[in-house]
């Protein structure tokens, strides 16, 4: 994996994007399921916008994933117990 941050955030962009396509919902739906204006969203996916811890739990939640699939885009291994929300 990469340091730079600029490429972190595209790639934490990309996986976002992924998921939140994945399970059909749209980006203004996304956007306001998390409190967030969609222009801020869609910066935040298009790697444009830096994302607070407290703001990428919320988008973790909201696409039913953990924060930590969303920042390395590797899953839990199976048989691993999600933390209930």
């Given amino acids: 994996m990469t340091e730079d941050p600029?490429?972190?955030?595209?790639?934490?962009?990309?996986?976002?994007?992924?998921?939140?396509?994945?399970?059909?919902?749209?980006?203004k739906a996304l956007a306001e399921k998390i409190g967030m204006p969609s222009p801020g969203l869609s910066n935040i996916e298009n790697g444009k916008q830096n994302v607070t811890i407290r703001t990428l739990c919320k988008i973790a939640e909201a696409l039913d994933i953990t924060v930590g699939e969303l920042v390395s885009g590797v899953p839990p291994k199976r048989g691993a117990v999600r933390t209930p929300r």
Avoid: A, F, M, V
Avoid at 17 to 25: A, D, N, P, V
């Fill in 6 to 27: 600029d490429i972190l955030l595209s790639q934490l962009g990309l996986r976002i994007t992924k998921r939140r396509q994945e399970i059909g919902i749209s980006q």
